[in-house]
T-cell receptor, first 114, second 112 residues
């Protein structure tokens, strides 16, 4: 079955430390891939997306993600985390030919220690 | 450009009632999708509309329905509300199909 997996439910990092959030997908073909962030009581904000081409994509707020076909992964990274990055992060996939149906991972809750 | 707007932002209903939620997409966007977010089930796709036609539907009962108008605005309706329908309902718009979706702030529905 087509699915998106985020293995880490909660992650705690210290402010200024580096961050990597994991995302794996299970699809027959390479889907379009997205990372969204959600602050409490808010909607989802797009951080970055991968459709094709360069496997390292840059997003907003200093985030980047690397697509690795061999590992079916699309991990999100940030070199230095700020306290304002505390939020929930969702990886999502959209299969081509499937309209606009996004399949989301279960999310990773990021806590930042000052 | 203004973002996706959803009204109302908060709603309290009782079991058995029905509810209608509204979504106005980003100007020029022709596709609107709806998602339900709950702590137990996470983010789940409800349905999507493009040019007033429902293109895709998620695995939800027939009590959940929607429509899209000629100006791309969309509404979703839930009839005979159940306690389990309490959730954050998110609307997303995109210029067309298989493009990046931009989300609204959501409507938080509480069913008592």
């Amino acid at each position: 079955a087509q699915s998106v997996t985020q293995p880490d439910i909660h992650i705690t990092v210290s402010e200024g430390a580096s961050l990597e959030l994991r995302c794996n997908y299970s699809y027959g073909a390479t889907p379009y891939l997205f990372w969204y962030v959600q602050s409490p009581g808010q909607g989802l904000q797009l951080l970055l997306k991968y459709f094709s081409g360069d496997t390292l994509v840059q997003g907003i707020k200093g985030f980047e993600a690397e697509f690795k076909r061999s590992q079916s992964s699309f991990n999100l990274r940030k070199p230095s985390v700020h306290w304002s990055d505390a939020a929930e992060y969702f990886c999502a996939a959209l299969i081509t030919g499937g309209g606009n149906k996004l399949t989301f991972g279960t999310g990773t809750q990021l806590k930042v220690e000052l | 450009k203004a973002g996706v707007t959803q009204t109302p932002r908060y709603l309290i209903k009782t079991r058995g009632q029905q509810v209608t939620l509204s979504c106005s997409p980003i100007s020029g966007h022709r596709s609107v999708s709806w998602y339900q977010q709950t702590p137990g089930q996470g983010l789940q796709f409800l349905f999507e509309y493009f040019s007033e036609t429902q293109r895709n539907k998620g695995n939800f009962p027939g009590r959940f329905s929607g429509r899209q108008f000629s100006n791309s605005r969309s509404e979703m309706n839930v009839s005979t509300l159940e306690l389990g329908d309490s959730a954050l309902y998110l609307c997303a718009s995109s210029p067309s199909l298989e493009e990046t979706q931009y989300f609204g702030p959501g409507t938080r529905l509480l069913v008592l």
